[in-house]
T-cell receptor, first 114, second 109 residues
């Protein structure tokens, strides 16, 4: 039973390019959460998705960031026109329906904008 | 909104006991969770308290007092491998987690 899979592990983008981060939840999990972690800080909630639905995107920056979780395939976090400040670790977590005590994080994608 | 306070750094020796405190202010509270994160790694789930009291899992215990908006993580028989950052997190609506800034634990021989 594979855990939460994220790829790529490391991603380097030049300013102005697009970054696409992928997350495949654990088998049987239909809820996906994205978090961002800046160096020496805690994780900050970005968005919560279920299949084909965005449930809560209150933590997403208003511009350049978008997320989806299609019926088939992984969840995608997309960052357009990246800037240096987007450099961070992006973690995805999944949970089965109804669970509220904790979830499993993927290994994260470390985005570096140069 | 949510705010969580925890010490930024703690140092202890192998074999000792250490307690990492967490106080929080939140609207919408379902529980307090603790995560461990090694440098460059992913956060890993340690414990969850929804009700007041102590939960014990091996060398790690976690405590919650909802009336005091306070919890702590207790690590016993410290080992070098316990050197990591420890985050408390409030569980809010929609199973969202609000994380503190983390406590870096340094375990020395």
């Amino acid at each position: 039973n594979a855990g939460v899979m994220q790829n790529p592990r490391h991603l380097v983008r030049r300013r102005g390019q697009e970054a696409r981060l992928r997350c495949s939840p654990m088998k049987g999990h239909s809820h996906v959460y994205w978090y961002r972690q800046l160096p020496e800080e805690g994780l900050k909630f970005m968005v919560y998705l279920q299949k084909e639905n965005i449930i809560d995107e209150s933590g997403m920056p208003k511009e350049r960031f978008s997320a989806e979780f299609p019926k088939e395939g992984p969840s995608i976090l997309r960052i357009q026109q990246v800037v240096r400040g987007d450099s961070a670790a992006y973690f995805c977590a999944s949970s089965p329906r109804g669970q509220n005590y904790g979830y499993t994080f993927g290994s994260g994608t470390r985005l570096t904008v140069v | 909104g949510q705010s969580l306070e925890q010490p930024s750094e703690v140092t202890a020796v192998e074999g000792a006991i250490v307690q990492i405190n967490c106080t929080y202010q939140t609207s919408g509270f379902y529980g307090l969770s603790w995560y461990q994160q090694h440098d460059g790694g992913a956060p890993t789930f340690l414990s969850y308290n929804a009700l007041d009291g102590l939960e014990e899992t091996g060398r790690f215990s976690s405590f919650l007092s909802r009336s005091d908006s306070y919890g702590y993580l207790l690590l016993q028989e410290l080992q070098m491998k316990d050197s990591a950052s420890y985050f408390c997190a409030v569980v809010g609506n929609f199973n969202k987690f609000y994380f503190g800034s983390g406590t870096k634990l340094n375990v020395k021989p």
